[in-house]
């Protein structure tokens, strides 16, 4: 095999950080009406050294209804990514499609599990389209750039 061939291989995947709360338990259990669900997500890459990559997917959850909040999970969820003997413009790419891709399972689990063990039903996040975000924070650091209609 060629020492130039591209190489994508995982490390590690881990929760990075997990926070959860639910201000205003106990009462907020006897609410009859189910909350608004607000979705956040953050991914960011880092280098490592030696062809090493962390990417850290972070999704945030907040259940509120009014001014009540029922709950706040916020996961961390990381990899350790090995990329070498790929363009920078690919690296990018894979840091901020790829990486994110495999990572969303994990924080998915990780968000559904917490709530539950929280006392609430399940949330269970539907998938996400990282290449769309990226291709849409693409477009928002080059100003000037047409951007499709669609």
């Known amino acids: 095999m060629s020492d130039q061939q591209p ?24 609410e009859r009406e189910s909350p608004e669900i607000e979705i956040q997500l953050q991914s960011a890459a880092t280098g490592l050294g030696d062809d090493l990559f962390e990417t850290v997917l972070t999704v945030t959850i907040t259940a509120k209804r009014e001014d009540k909040g029922f709950f706040l999970v916020e996961v961390a969820q990381a990899g350790i990514f090995q990329i070498k003997n790929v363009p920078q413009a690919d690296l990018e790419a894979i840091l901020g499609v790829a990486c994110p891709n495999i990572l969303f399972p994990y924080a998915r689990e990780v968000v559904s599990s917490a709530v539950s063990r929280a006392g609430f039903p399940p949330v269970i996040l539907a998938p996400v389209n990282f290449e769309a975000l990226y291709q849409q924070r693409l477009q928002q650091q080059t100003p000037g750039t047409d951007v499709p209609v669609q």
């Open 7 to 30: 190489v994508f291989s995982v490390e590690k995947l881990y929760v990075k950080d997990l926070s959860l709360e639910v201000p205003n338990a106990p009462q907020i259990f006897l």
